[in-house]
DNA sequence: GGACACATGTAATACGTTACATGATTTT
DNA sequence: AAAATCATGTAACGTATTACATGTGTCC
């Protein structure tokens, strides 16, 4: 699975990352912006995927400038400059290109979560040790939502619409998860003894 | 987020990509067997998230044995060599440290989805193009979601039980997806007007 | 004056991807 | 005899990760 959307491309026939398109996305939002509001806004998101390490953000605005997606504005700053950064008309196109469908298979193709990777697994380990992994995984999965749930009452959902409509995405799949493994530890604890 | 597991390692201290990991488990499940059995597992399975190309896993199982983790029996294969890789004693136990409490906190923390990533950008689109947007992402889950079942009826749910048990939470996160996206289509195509 | 948020970057590294290259065995 | 499957690998590449290094502005 390429992990590069197909669809769309700069104007050398480039293609972006996930992670490319989702700055788009942020720049989009809030422009113009710095690099380190993006690494907090990614950083501070609790469904976000990625560290947003300094190492990955600084390279990748670079690319999108080499691409002619963002523009910048600098400022000087002391010894230093602060750099903000703008979506160009390409750069829209581009962000336009990757949320139209058709959306590329491979992106709908797939939910991928680390605790289902190891349920496959499962028939490796004692029924005694199944249980173990289970419980941990509920308890866990539990206490991110009740994080997730938190975060739904303190943020508005008017001001930041579609923020919210994904955290509740987040909810959805990992309740999904939660009465999922619940159903496992039911069904191992009736055969179990099998094993 | 670190996407290696700080929980356990190798004899130096070493630790273990997602990847490495689930290589083992697929090993546990029916070793011996060959590099190439492994690509094919993770090629044929459609909740498998990696692409599982000989440029990753041959290296990949190199790493493994270099650990101590896998042991390799050769067989003369013509002017080229088979390989066939079994557990060690130290793989098992990286295996069970894999799938043991606690389990790392950055696994329980999420389920990753392309589709979630994008809604979080949609209100960057018009009314319009937004419901294009779900309505692709809806139609294409349901596609996958199709196939898993077809696959679910196709195989025998007895014999590889915990491969059928993976595939239901697969299922379960697509038809989470699917129904908060309906929700999410219900929800702007009352609201959307004013945008 | 110190802590903390704001801000910018580099260096070393490792991993997985795509693409390429080839040989052996079995099936049609 | 050809095609498909089984099998093994390398090369070039890009990107994200961890860790490091430093400077600025504000609040207490």
Redo the contacts between chains.
Sequence with gaps: ??RRTKTAGGDDGRIAT?LEN?VL?II??SQPCTAYRIRRHLEVS??????ASAGAIYPLMQRLEKRGWIRVEEQEWGSRTRRSFSLTRAGRHQ??A??????A?????????????????????SPK?RL??L???IA??E??LGEHRAERKAQSAALH???S??R???I??????V???RS?RN?IAKVGRRT
């Design positions: 699975v390429s996930e989702c996305g989009a939002e609790l469904s976000s995927y990625w560290s962000l336009r990757w949320l139209s469908p058709p959306i298979t491979w992106a709908t193709a797939f939910t991928h979560d680390p605790i289902r990777t190891r349920v496959f697994f499962l028939g490796y380990l040790r173990d992994f419980n941990d995984a866990q999965t206490t991110t619409e579609f923020d409509i994904g509740d995405g987040a959805a799949e990992l309740e999904a998860r009465r999922w493994l496992v069904h």
